[in-house]
């Protein structure tokens, strides 16, 4: 339980609270440069442009990226993976996908189906939302050109091995993109070592930075010049051209970019290097264990996912008997001051997949400030709903 008095179960939407050098960055930002970088001429401009860069230069370590400039920044995941799908499929083109992903993915897609008759694989996860690497290669019918995978589910936090996905579709000559929303920064990931072509990521949940980051890294393999970019305008160089650059990461990052908070996303991802994602790998293992055990003995209550530390994130979905998810929800909130999110998490294709749907389920999403006393109480809150306290 932090400083609030609140036990903030609700990391997979947004991580809070967030490390204190993040905020201080922000400040820091705002009081001491406020310019726009590649704008201008002056020191602060030139300034604003260095903080950017080093956090682009942070990611690509932190996510095994090849060329810091190879990492571009949008508004938040949703924009990336909607600049690549939209930007590069073609009409007729087949895509394939899995049963377990969000929204940000199946919209465009479904958008794109109806639009540009686009194809769509779709793979199927197994009810506990693991997806085989094996069914998912015999589920590939040679003719895609593009496979779009979450690293890991936002409703129960299992996680898909994309390393070997990354094989087989590297072998198939098949691009592979990763949404990495529910990983980034809490899960090792490596774009060059597993063939991710495009990871998409956000700033704000694992990675521990501010809302209204994101973008995405292109591997080394992709030539991001088959992706037509959204959105056109000023970038700062070239500016004698009517023309929108062709070369990364200008070609789609026209406009003024949210440079505060690229400012806190990097902070985030300096306190997460220096604390070491292997330790905070192993913390919140231990309170997903924590939590899964305690939630198990409770009669009436009924856990979603691989009930398996291992192989999810620290997210873990779970129905009451007898009482709304809603209620749940509610009651948590109000009552013990407990906060998690209920009903579909933008993923109703991933809680069909469960046997949740169209009712959804209570989540609850661990960070690297949870603590015992924060899953004890949050277990206690959801054992006195279940008996009808």
């Not at 949008?74 to 690549?84: E, G, L, R």
Request: with cysteine; glycine share 12%.
């Amino acid at each position: 339980m932090n400083e609030t008095g609140v036990v903030y179960m609700d990391n997979a939407a947004t991580s809070w609270p967030k490390p204190d050098s993040v905020l201080e960055e922000v400040v820091r930002f705002y009081r001491q440069v406020g310019a726009n970088p590649g704008r201008s001429g002056h020191r602060l401009s030139v300034e604003s442009e260095r903080i950017r860069m080093e956090t682009r230069e942070a990611l690509c370590v932190l996510l095994g990226g090849g060329d810091p400039l190879s990492v571009v920044f949008t508004a938040n995941i949703t924009v990336a993976i909607s600049m690549v799908l939209l930007g590069y499929l073609r009409p007729g083109d087949r895509v394939a996908t899995t049963s377990m992903e969000h929204n940000s993915v199946l919209r465009p897609l479904r958008f794109l189906e109806k639009n540009r008759d686009i194809r769509l694989t779709m793979i199927q996860a197994r009810s506990d939302g693991i997806l085989d690497s094996e069914e998912f290669e015999k589920a590939l019918t040679g003719d895609e050109r593009l496979a779009v995978v979450t690293h890991a589910s936002n409703v129960c936090g299992t996680i898909l091995p994309i390393q070997d996905l990354g094989s087989i579709t590297s072998e198939r000559g098949i691009p592979l993109m990763v949404d990495a929303a529910q990983t980034a920064g809490c899960y090792p990931l490596d774009v060059e070592g597993d063939a991710i072509d495009i990871l998409a990521f956000t700033g704000h949940k694992g990675l521990l930075g501010p809302t209204g980051t994101g973008g995405l890294i292109f591997g080394s393999g992709f030539d991001p010049e088959t992706i037509t970019p959204l959105v056109f305008g000023g970038t700062g160089s070239r500016s004698e051209r009517e023309e929108q650059p062709d070369f990364l990461p200008d070609r789609f990052e026209s406009g003024t970019a949210d440079i505060g908070g690229i400012a806190g996303l990097g902070a985030g991802v300096r306190w997460i290097s220096e604390r070491g994602m292997v330790s905070i790998r192993e913390h919140e293992m231990m309170m997903t264990r924590r939590l899964l055990d305690g939630l198990g003995n409770i009669d009436g209550v009924r856990i979603q996912g691989p009930i398996d530390e291992g192989r999810q994130t620290a997210t873990v979905s779970f129905v009451v008997e007898g009482v709304t998810v809603s209620e749940v929800g509610m009651r948590l909130s109000d009552e013990h001051d407990v906060m998690s999110r209920v009903g579909l998490h933008c993923s109703p294709r991933a809680h069909r997949t469960l046997g949740t749907f169209p009712e959804g389920t209570v989540r609850f999403s661990m960070g690297p400030f949870t603590t015992d006393e924060d899953i004890d109480a949050a277990v206690e809150a959801v054992a006195r709903i279940a008996h009808g306290e």
